[in-house]
Nanobody, 121 residues
Framework: QVQLMESGGGSVQPGGSLRVSCAASGDTWRICDMGWFRQDPGKERERVAHIDIGNGISEYADSVKGRFTIARDTARNTLNVEMEMSTLKAEDTAVYYC????????????WGQGTQVTVSS
């Protein structure tokens, strides 16, 4: 089993920065990819970034490219994925979810509880 726990997020003014973190526990050796998704009420869920745990290669949605940075930390037998968000805009407001994809799986099968990010003046 894999468990994911998000932290961070919060409220910030437009143009500000926030960080969200995701700590994975359990059978983390089975995880090949982790991503950050977001969803605002009335909108579809969007994958904003994901990272290959093995080689560290990351990809971003066009809406956040150049503003968000995802990174993984596999030191000390732990697996943590952080996403630094800068130059935040009102349209970045959403609940952000961490998700993990097990090696060999097509879908992200493990999800965190979500953390709120609000960008407002």
């Amino acid at each position: 089993q894999v468990q994911l726990m998000e932290s961070g997020g919060g409220s910030v003014q437009p143009g500000g920065s926030l960080r969200v973190s995701c700590a994975a526990s359990g059978d983390t050796w089975r995880i090949c990819d982790m991503g950050w998704f977001r969803q605002d009420p009335g909108k579809e869920r969007e994958r904003v970034a994901h990272i290959d745990i093995g080689n560290g290669i990351s990809e971003y949605a066009d809406s956040v490219k150049g503003r968000f940075t995802i990174a993984r930390d596999t030191a000390r037998n732990t697996l943590n994925v952080e996403m630094e968000m800068s130059t935040l805009k009102a349209e970045d407001t959403a609940v952000y979810y961490c998700a993990a994809r097990i090696c060999g799986a097509v879908q992200y099968g493990h999800w965190g509880q979500g953390t709120q990010v609000t960008v407002s003046s």
